[in-house]
C-alpha cells in the first residue's frame, strides 16, 4: 500500500511537471511559416544554423490562416511568414505584430496534373469539361482565395468560356485544408487536376506531375510577408532570420524553390 | 480510509481532465448563437451527412464483425492471436495512415481500387468512401466488444440447445445473439462514437466537399481555419449529439441486460 501511495503522489504531481509549456531555450528559434514555404525555409533554416553555431531553428508549417490562430492562443512563435496580407494583418489587428510585415516573396498558381493524365488534360480550358476532378484548397486557405480570383480571370480570357469559373467550381470534389494535401491528391492520382503554387511543385513532386502555366493577366500573385512577433522570446535570432529571408543569398534560396523574388512587390505593403 | 480518500481524489481528477475542456465549450459558446447556427443549411447538411455515414459504418462493422467475434471468442484455431493484432490494428494507426492506406487500397491506382472503378465503383471523393473511412477505423471497437460477450455466455445454454437438437445457425441467434446482447450494443455504441468523430482517414482517403464528404468534425476543423465562434457552436452541437446518443444506447441495453437476466432465471 504504501507503494501505491507512493505512486498516486506520483500522479498527483504530474501537473507540477506541465508548468512551463516547453519554453524554448534561448538559442531556438521558432518560425510559424505558409505550408507553401516549407522547401524552402528549411533550407533557409539550415543556412542559419550553420552562420550561428548553437542556434536550433524549428518551423510549424501549417495554412496561414491555422498559423494565425495558433499564434492568437499563444502559440510560443518567434516569426511569423503568411502566404498573404489577410492573416498577417489578421496577426496585426490582434497586436501580436507591429506593422503589417515586410514582403519578402511572391508566388503564382499553376495547374497540375498527374503525370499518367487520366482525364486527357491539354490545356487550361479542360479543367472545365464535365466530369473531370479537380481538387481545390478550401476559401479560407490563402491558395484556395487566388484559386477562386484566378478562375474568375480566366473566365474572362479568349478562348475560356465565360461561365468557365462556375464550370471548374462545379468539377470541385475536395477543398483541402491546406495546399500541400492538394499537391497530394494530385500526386497520389485521386485528383485529375488542383491548382496550387509554383513552388509546390518541388524536384520531387515533379516527377509525378504535369505543370500547366497560368499566363500572368490572368494569375494571382500571391505576396507573403514576414514579421517578427511582438512577444518573440529570441526576438534577435528572429531578426536575423527575417534578414536572411530577405537579403541577396536568402531571395535566390527562394527562387529556386520556385518562389518569385519580393522586388517588383506593392511598394506599399513593405517596412512599416 | 486513506485509500478510499485518494482513489476520490484520483477520480475526481480524471472527471475534471474530461469534463472541464466539455464544460468550457459550452460556457465559450454565447447564447442563442446555437439556435442560430442550426437554421445554417451548410451546417444541417454536415450534420445530416454524419449521422447517415456513422451509421452506415456501424451496420457495416455491426454485420461483418460478428462472425468475426463469434470465431475469436469460441474458436481455436493457427494464427488466431495473429488475426487479433491485425484487427486490432486500425485503434492504434493514425487516422491519417489509414487514410494514406486505404488510398493505396481502393484509390483510383490503388490495388482493389482499378477493379472496383471497373465495376464503376468509386470510393476516394465520394459518401461511401467516407463510410469506409469510418468503417475502417471503428471496426475494432464492435469486435472487441462483441467477442467479450460472446465469450461470457455460459456454455450450458448452448449445450442445452443443442441437447433439444437446435441447429447451430437457430442457436447462434436465438440463444448467443440474445445472451449477448447487452455487450453487442455497446460495441455497437462505440463503434458509432469512433466513426462520429472520425476526421483524419475521412479527410485523406474522401477529401473535403460540403454535401458529400464533409462531416462534421471536418466542418469544426474549417471552420475553426476561419471563424473560432462558428467552430465553437459546431462543437458544442457534435458534443450534444453524441450524448444524447450515447446516453439513449446505454439506457436501452441495461434495461435489454435486465430482459436477459430474467430470460436467464427463467428456466431454472
Known sequence: ???????????????????????????????????????????????????????????????????????????PADVFASADQRWMSYAAEKGLVAGEGAIFARNRL??????????????????GRRGTKIVVAAEAVPAGEYSRETLEKLSAAPGFPPEYARRVLANVVSQEENVKAVVAKVQLGEADAGLVYRSDVTPSV?????????????????????????????????????ELVSSAPGQQTLERHGLLPAAAAAPAATQP | MALRALALVLGALLVLLLGLPLLSLLLRIPSGDLVARLRDPLILQALRLSLLTSFAATVIVATLGLPVAYLLATGEFRGKRVLEAFIDLPMVLPPTVAGVALLTAFGRTGLAGQALSALGITLPFTTLGVVVAQAFVAAPFFVGAARAGFAEVDRKYLDAAATLRAAPGYTFLRVLVPLAAPSLFAGAAMSWARALGEFGATITFAGNMPGVTQTMPLAVYLALQSDLDAAVALSVLLLLVSLTVLLSIRLTPSRLAALAARARRAPR
Open chain 1, 1 to 75: 500500500m504504501n507503494a501505491f501511495m507512493r505512486f498516486a503522489l506520483a500522479v498527483l504531481g504530474l501537473p507540477l511537471l506541465a508548468g512551463r509549456p516547453e519554453a524554448p531555450a534561448p538559442s531556438t528559434l521558432t518560425v510559424y511559416a505558409a505550408a507553401s514555404l516549407t522547401d524552402a525555409f528549411r533550407e533557409l533554416g539550415h543556412a542559419l544554423e550553420a552562420t550561428h553555431p548553437g542556434l536550433t531553428v524549428q518551423f510549424n508549417f501549417a495554412g496561414s490562416q491555422q498559423l494565425a490562430l495558433q499564434i492568437e492562443e499563444g502559440a
Open chain 1, 110 to 127: 499553376v495547374a497540375i496534373v498527374p503525370r499518367t493524365n487520366p482525364a486527357r488534360i491539354g490545356g487550361l480550358a479542360d479543367l
Open chain 1, 206 to 242: 515533379s516527377r509525378y506531375v504535369r505543370v500547366f502555366e497560368i499566363e500572368d493577366p490572368y494569375n494571382v500573385i500571391a505576396r507573403y510577408p514576414i514579421a517578427v512577433l511582438k512577444r518573440a522570446k529570441n526576438a534577435e535570432a528572429a531578426k536575423w532570420f527575417v
